[in-house]
């Protein structure tokens, strides 16, 4: 059974940079569709990233495309969420998520294992 675990999140200024990582265990999620999700205080579990475990694809929102770059190493069985250029409505638990799947999605239903989740508080 693979299991998901959140790590890098924390407190950055505007501006700033963080490096969240979702490190599996379990079995290996190279062929998995890994996907990031964030909830901010109020409102619901919402779409970030996904990066196929087939071909690579990617598919980012909207509000976080030319910022934030998610990355993989198979080796290290570990997906990775770059986020730069951080802004205060990036506050949120971000999520980790994975599918079985080749297709990313952006539906959290769609994913069937799901990490703790990890702070990430950005301050004016």
């Known amino acids: 059974q693979v299991q998901l675990a959140e790590s890098g999140g924390g407190l950055v200024q505007a501006g700033g940079s963080l490096r969240l990582s979702c490190a599996a265990s379990?079995?290996?999620?190279?062929?998995?569709?890994m996907g990031w999700f964030r909830q901010a205080p109020g409102k619901e579990r919402e779409f970030v990233v996904a990066?196929?475990?087939?071909?690579?694809?990617?598919i980012y929102t909207d509000a976080v495309k030319g910022r934030f770059t998610i990355s993989r190493d198979n080796a290290k069985n570990t997906v990775y969420l770059q986020m730069n250029n951080l802004k205060l409505e990036d506050t949120a638990i971000y999520y980790c998520?994975?599918?079985?799947?080749?297709?990313?999605?952006?539906?959290?239903?769609?994913?069937?294992?799901w990490g703790q989740g990890t702070q990430v508080t950005v301050s004016s």
């Open positions: 998520a994975a599918r079985t799947g080749g297709v990313p999605q952006t539906i959290s239903k769609l994913y069937d294992i």
């Open positions: 379990g079995r290996t999620v190279s062929t998995y569709t």
């Open positions: 990066v196929s475990g087939r071909d690579g694809t990617t």
